[in-house]
């Protein structure tokens, strides 16, 4: 069973400035099979990043994923107040799939 | 469009048997490589995966909780329904369902169903 770890817990920024989050997984995954999803408040997640990399449709190309083996990084380049959220990785790479525990971005 | 909702009970008491149906359209379970999956979050908590089927009806669950979970499609409706025995309060949670895309990313969700568990 592969374990994902999230970084930090909770990453306190202004707008405007650079997020970067962090995701470990406990096994090596494929790239193919991680993805990044955005959920707020009262709402259901929506997927951000697919195959590490790759936005999903209508996603702002502030959004970039990368990372590969073990250690995956999803980074916003200018937080709009619009992205803050808490955000999930998810593998496929194997089953069961598991999610992380979460990084809630707030505003500082 | 792919659109998908859930259904079922808001309260269920503890031992009870839950039936959750998620009614989805935009996308068919007959496509080769279609699925569907059942992802629950805790009030507050994480998200946690429970279970997926696909076209060809393979069926996968957590094995945290496979003793307890049921996924069945019915194709002609459009519908994938969930059953979890033997409820407990530490099942209270938005249930959703989302539609599995390309290697297994989710991709619609529905819009949740608030399931809660009284003793």
């Known amino acids: 069973e592969i374990v994902l770890t999230q970084s930090p817990g909770t990453l306190s920024l202004s707008p405007g400035e650079r997020a970067t989050l962090s995701c470990r997984a406990s096994?090596?995954?494929?790239?193919?099979?991680l993805a990044w999803y955005q959920q707020k408040p009262g709402q259901a997640p929506r997927l951000l990043i697919y195959?590490?990399?790759s936005r999903a449709t209508g996603i702002p190309d502030r959004f970039s994923g990368s990372g590969s083996g073990t250690d995956f990084t999803l980074t916003i380049s200018s937080l709009q107040p619009e992205d803050f959220a808490t955000y999930y990785c998810?593998?496929?790479?194997?089953?069961?799939?598991?999610f992380g525990p979460g990084t809630k971005v707030d505003i500082k | 469009q792919i659109t998908l909702k859930e259904s079922g009970p808001t309260l269920v008491k503890s031992t009870q048997t839950l039936t959750l149906t998620c009614n989805f359209s935009g996308f068919s379970l007959t496509t080769v490589g279609a699925g569907v999956g059942w992802i629950r979050q805790p009030p507050g908590k994480a998200l946690e995966w429970l279970a997926l089927i696909f076209w060809d009806d393979d069926k996968r669950y957590n094995p945290s909780l496979k003793s307890r979970l049921t996924i069945t499609k019915d194709t002609s409706k459009n519908q994938v329904v969930l059953i979890m025995t033997t409820m407990d309060p530490v099942d209270t949670a938005t249930y959703y369902c989302?539609?599995?895309?390309?290697?297994?990313?989710?991709?619609?969700w529905g819009q949740g169903s608030l399931v809660t568990v009284s003793s």
């Open positions: 998810q593998q496929s790479n194997s089953f069961p799939f598991s």
């Open positions: 096994q090596s995954v494929s790239s193919s099979y």
């Open positions: 195959g590490a990399s």
């Open positions: 989302a539609c599995r895309q390309g290697t297994g990313w989710f991709d619609p």
